[in-house]
Structure formats: structure tokens, C-alpha cells
């Protein structure tokens, strides 16, 4: 098992989901001691936590928003309307 800091997770987090992807478990550590296990989850956790597979609940997300219209006339609308200030 590949085994990585906190610190590392952040800048590399890229790669470390790769290795995940690829099927291998990775160690994550704090301050030198073990602090977390990242793997591929599996059909029976899904289950188990009744949770959706990212493919099942993407295809109900985009379901959602072809049947909604947005507030904005255009994406720079959007933008502005994100960075005012409150």
C-alpha cells in the first residue's frame, strides 16, 4: 500500500486519485502517523451506504437541469451576479 502525507495529498491530489482509479488503496498520514485509507469504493458500500454510482446520479442531475431554465440571460450574468458583494 502506497502511503502518503496530509501535505503531499493536497499538492498531488491528481496523481493520488490515478493510483485509486487503478484499484490501490493509499495510506494517508498526519504528522507521521497513519490518519486515513483512500480506496475504490465498491458496488456493496454504495449499497450498504445507499448511495448512488457517480454515473446514476450525474444522469439524474443533468435530467434536472434540461428540465429547468436559469435566472440568468447569459453565463457574464451569472459571473457578476457570483462576485457582488453582499
Do not use: H
Not at 498526519?30 to 486515513?36: D, L, N, Q, W, Y
Amino acid at each position: 500500500m502506497k502511503s502518503v502525507s496530509a501535505k503531499e495529498l493536497k499538492n498531488r491530489t491528481g496523481e493520488v486519485l490515478k493510483l485509486v482509479e487503478g484499484g490501490q488503496r493509499v495510506l494517508i498520514t498526519m504528522r507521521s502517523k497513519p490518519f486515513a485509507v483512500l480506496s475504490p469504493v465498491q458496488d456493496q458500500q454504495l449499497e450498504a451506504a445507499n448511495l448512488r454510482s457517480y454515473e446514476e446520479a450525474w444522469e439524474d442531475i443533468e435530467k434536472t437541469l434540461r428540465g429547468t431554465k436559469s435566472r440568468f440571460g447569459s453565463v457574464a450574468e451569472a459571473m457578476r451576479w457570483a462576485r457582488r458583494r453582499t
